[in-house]
């Protein structure tokens, strides 16, 4: 096994990939005559040893009633199921920094033929010259479109490595913007995708680059000639799909998200796992809902063989999107851009209220769907936690807040509890009338059937838990000392 964790404390996903890593491992030395690539390994370890406090953990004390929580870290791992949303999060905030505010996008799918989509996984040369590829050809389609003004769009390139099986299935997903700068410096609607043209100019492009690619490699005997010939297999291109993306932008970035920062299926989607036998289902364009029953080590090998390599993006800009011109080019037409917000702002309200969905409603739906990952108390469910420790197996104590002492253990009572006096015997109040405790009234449902001096004290109030239920003492006064109100009047007049 690759964890020493008792199997209790790992999800489904984890625990099939705990019980059986060590078996696929084997099988796929016999099979290959080698080792399992050194970023799957190391992923399996980080995934199934997320959240172990062991490794590290940062701990939380509920500012309400004094509980404290251990969560342990994050591993960042694409195999992790665990750390989905955290990467939907961060890739949604560095996508809105990237695409102009205000501007109408369109989705383009580029697929290529089953005999190709092996030597495409082949090496991560092949994938990016894939994904160049596909950029090439849009950029090229626009350009052919208005020749005299030059206008160049931005395009974000996704690629996607897997169908919703978990098969091998190659594919570029490309959001592109349906406007762009000209060639002097204005900006341009385009709303012109012949998808006849495109797949001529992505079959043409994405061959020519793997050609180019394969050179002085070992797959060039072999692959070299089979290229030339799909241009006569394949008369009218290959697949292409060009959709105009209605409402936000940010739906379409959340549902690319989750191919390229998750593994092909959720745990949602596991119907049994009998400690040999893994059934799953999926939603298959053309079959309908999907059933499979696979052995563990052939589901873990059809579920990680889709990790890209060690530092290989999945995520590129070209065009106006790209890093180095994207800022120079924002500032030359933020007006226009500005202006244009103010329409999709409508335009998205429309959208909203056409699925009966408001902007909050919608936000309320992801939240819903994929969490919020804010620590709760386990006790009384509060958010407001505090951060009080950070420990690290390998680093010790990284952080402390000021005034905690050291961890406790098991069972002994927490800081705050250890502040409040022990609490005085059960009395009941003398004339209840109210909700406050403080003036003799009754206690609330959830403190009903226990001692006045019991009602909740924050960690910030330092105070007797007794002075609530003490009666309020009636300062008085001296003559001619300043009171308020109607009877400080006639007291001055007195005097």
Known sequence: MVTARDLAELNLWQRIFAEHWDAFAATWRTENGRSVPSHWAENVKRMVGCGDIAVGYREYQCEDCGTTKKVGFTCKSKLCLRCFKVAVDEWLQTARKVLFEGVVHRQVVLTVPIALRALVLADARFMRAFADAGARAVKELIAEWRPKQRIKVGIMSVLQLHGRGGNSNPHAHLVVSEGGIDKDGQWRTVSYFDTKKLRRKWQYHVLTALKKAVKGTAYEKEWTDRL????????????????????????????????????????????????????????????????????????????????????????????????????????????????????????????????????????????????????????????????????????????????????????????????????????????????????????????????????????????????????????????????????????????
């Open 228 to 495: 030339g010939r799909m241009f006569h297999e394949y008369p009218t291109g290959f697949d292409v799909h060009a959709m105009p993306e209605k409402g936000p932008v940010e739906r379409l970035i959340v549902y690319l998200c989750k191919y390229v920062s998750s593994p092909p299926i959720s745990i949602r989607r596991i119907d049994a796992y009998d400690g040999q036998n893994v059934t799953y289902h999926y939603k298959d364009h053309r079959r309908g809902m999907v059933w499979e029953t696979l052995p563990a080590t052939e589901f873990i090998g059809r579920m990680i063989k889709h990790l890209p390599p060690k530092g290989y993006r999945m995520v590129r800009y070209y065009g106006i999107y790209a890093r180095p011109i994207r800022e120079r080019t924002h500032a030359k037409v933020a007006v226009t851009l500005q202006r244009r917000d103010r329409n999709m702002q409508q335009v998205a309200a429309y959208f909203a209220r056409k699925r009966g969905l408001t902007p909050e409603q919608y936000q309320a739906e992801l939240e819903a769907k994929f969490g919020d990952h804010a620590p709760r108390c386990p006790k009384c469910g509060s958010k407001r936690m505090r951060l009080i420790r950070v420990w690290s197996a390998r680093a010790g104590m990284i952080y402390e807040a000021p005034g905690i002492g050291p961890p406790l253990a098991p069972g002994e009572p927490t800081a705050a509890a250890a502040m409040l006096p022990p609490p005085a015997p059960e009395r009941k109040p003398a004339a209840p009338c109210q909700s406050n405790p403080a003036r003799g009234g009754i206690l609330p449902p959830c403190h009903r059937g226990r001692g006045a001096t019991a009602w909740p004290i924050g960690v910030r109030d330092r105070r007797d838990a007794r002075t609530l239920t003490a009666p309020r003492p009636h300062a008085t006064r001296a003559p001619g000392e300043n009171v308020g109100g109607h009877a400080g009047k006639k007291q001055r007049r007195r005097t």
